[in-house]
C-alpha cells in the first residue's frame, strides 16, 4: 500500500514555510513503514482527486489566493464529492478561506457556509487550541487580515489568543476529514499530537508510535505549550 499525497499550488501557496508540513507528514509515513509518495501540481495543472489519500493546501498570499481561487472553482464538484467520501483535506493559513461562501463579496468554492471580510490591520497572535479530534491541545501562530463569520463546522476552542472574529472564541472548520485553519508554524511540525492523529487517518488504524522518535518534537511542543499557558 501506498499513501499518495497531493501537495497543491507548493510553488505560489506556501508562506511562512508550510512545505514543512508536507515533509513532517512524509517523514512519519515513512518511520511507520508505510509507503508514499507527493506529488505537486498547480495552476492550469489537471486535478484527479480521487487518485490521492490526501489534499494539502499552504497559506499564499491574497494575489495567489485568487488565482488558486479560479483554478479551483474548475473542481468544486470534484472536492465536494472528495470530502463528502471522506477524503482527507488539510488547508492552512488564508487557503482555507477558499471552501466557503465568499472572500469579501467574490465568491468562493461555496463547500461551506462561512463568509470571509478583509479587516484594516493585520491581526497576529500566538495561540491555544483544543479540538475535539485529540486531547493534546494545539499550539501555533496566527497570522492574518480576515475575519470569519457564519460559520457552522469549527474546528477549534480557543483557549488562548484570538478566534475567527473578535465575537466568539471558535477557530477553524472540520467537517468529516475535511481541516481547515489558520493556524501557521508549521502544524503539524510544532503539534506532534495532531501529526500521530493525521499518520493514523491515513493508515486507517492506530499506529504504534515510537515517542522516542519525537522526543525534540514533544519537548519544543511542551516548552511553547507552558510558555504560553503562562501568559494567560
Known amino acids: 500500500m501506498t499513501i499518495k499525497i497531493l501537495h497543491l499550488y507548493a510553488d505560489i501557496m506556501n508562506l511562512y514555510g508550510e512545505y514543512g508540513n508536507i515533509k513532517v507528514l512524509e517523514h512519519a509515513l515513512k518511520l511507520n513503514n508505510i509507503n508514499v509518495l507527493v506529488e505537486k501540481k498547480t495552476v492550469d495543472d489537471e486535478l484527479l482527486l480521487?487518485?490521492?489519500?490526501?489534499?494539502?493546501?499552504g497559506c499564499g498570499t491574497e494575489k495567489n489566493q485568487e488565482k488558486v481561487l479560479e483554478h479551483l472553482k474548475k473542481y468544486k464538484d470534484d472536492i465536494k464529492k472528495y470530502i463528502e467520501n471522506n477524503g482527507i483535506i488539510?488547508?492552512?493559513?488564508?487557503?482555507?478561506?477558499?471552501?466557503?461562501?465568499?472572500?469579501?463579496?467574490?465568491?468562493?468554492?461555496?463547500?461551506?457556509?462561512?463568509?470571509?471580510?478583509?479587516?484594516?490591520?493585520r491581526i497576529t497572535s500566538d495561540v491555544i487550541y483544543q479540538s475535539k479530534c485529540i486531547e493534546n491541545e494545539i499550539v501555533g501562530f496566527v497570522n492574518k487580515m480576515s475575519n470569519i463569520t457564519h460559520n457552522l463546522n469549527p474546528f477549534f476552542k480557543v483557549c488562548f489568543g484570538i478566534g475567527?472574529?473578535?465575537?466568539?472564541?471558535?477557530?477553524?472548520?472540520?467537517?468529516?476529514?475535511?481541516?481547515?485553519?489558520?493556524?501557521?508554524?508549521?502544524?503539524l511540525a510544532r503539534n506532534p499530537y495532531f501529526l500521530k492523529y493525521i499518520v493514523e487517518k491515513l493508515a486507517k488504524k492506530k499506529i504504534s508510535w515510537n515517542w522516542k522518535d519525537y522526543e525534540n518534537e514533544r519537548q519544543g511542543y511542551e516548552l511553547v505549550l507552558e510558555e504560553l499557558k503562562n501568559r494567560e
Do not use: H, W
Open 164 to 187: 475567527e472574529n473578535e465575537n466568539n472564541d471558535y477557530e477553524g472548520v472540520q467537517y468529516k476529514n475535511f481541516y481547515g485553519t489558520y493556524v501557521l508554524g508549521p502544524l
Open 50 to 57: 480521487n487518485d490521492y489519500n490526501m489534499i494539502y493546501i
Open 90 to 121: 488539510l488547508a492552512t493559513g488564508n487557503s482555507y478561506e477558499m471552501f466557503g461562501k465568499q472572500i469579501c463579496e467574490k465568491e468562493a468554492l461555496g463547500i461551506f457556509d462561512f463568509y470571509v471580510e478583509r479587516t484594516k490591520d
